[in-house]
C-alpha cells in the first residue's frame, strides 16, 4: 500500500503564503505524478495543481496559475505546493494524490490511486 501524508495546513490572512508537504511512503509503484486536490465546505472535490515524477512538468488549475507553484524531490518522496497570495476562496483541505497513469492529462480528475488525508488550509479575510 502506498501512504501519502500532508502537512504545512493552517490559518493564514489573505494575502499571505502557505507552503504544503506530501510525504509518499509505503510499496513502490511506478508513479507517473503526483498532485494536489481541495474540497471546501459544501462543493466537490477540485484539482489543483500536478507534477510528472520524471520530468516535473507542473500542471495547475486557472484558479491557482501564477499564485501556486508544485515543486516535487524525488530522492525525498516528498511534493510541495508553495501557495502565495492566498484568497479567503482559497480555503478548503487539500489533498494529496499519487497516480501511475497519464490520464490526468485529458481529464484532471481521472486515474488518481492514492490519497492522503488532507490539512486544512484557512484563509481569513
Known amino acids: 500500500q502506498v501512504q501519502l501524508v500532508e502537512s504545512g495546513g493552517g490559518l493564514v490572512q489573505a494575502g499571505g503564503s502557505l507552503r504544503l508537504s506530501c510525504a509518499a511512503s509505503?510499496?513502490?509503484?511506478?508513479?507517473?505524478?503526483m498532485g494536489w486536490f481541495r474540497q471546501a465546505p459544501g462543493k466537490e472535490r477540485e484539482f489543483v495543481a500536478a507534477i510528472t515524477w520524471g520530468g516535473g512538468k507542473p500542471y495547475y488549475a486557472d484558479s491557482v496559475k501564477g499564485r501556486f507553484t508544485i515543486t516535487r524531490d524525488s530522492a525525498k518522496n516528498m511534493v510541495y505546493l508553495q501557495m502565495n497570495s492566498l484568497k479567503p476562496e482559497d480555503t478548503a483541505v487539500y489533498y494529496c494524490a499519487a497516480t501511475g497513469t497519464p490520464n490526468f492529462v485529458v481529464d484532471r480528475h481521472r486515474g488518481w490511486n492514492y490519497w492522503g488525508k488532507g490539512t486544512l488550509v484557512t484563509v481569513s479575510s
Open positions: 509505503g510499496r513502490t509503484f511506478s508513479r507517473y505524478a
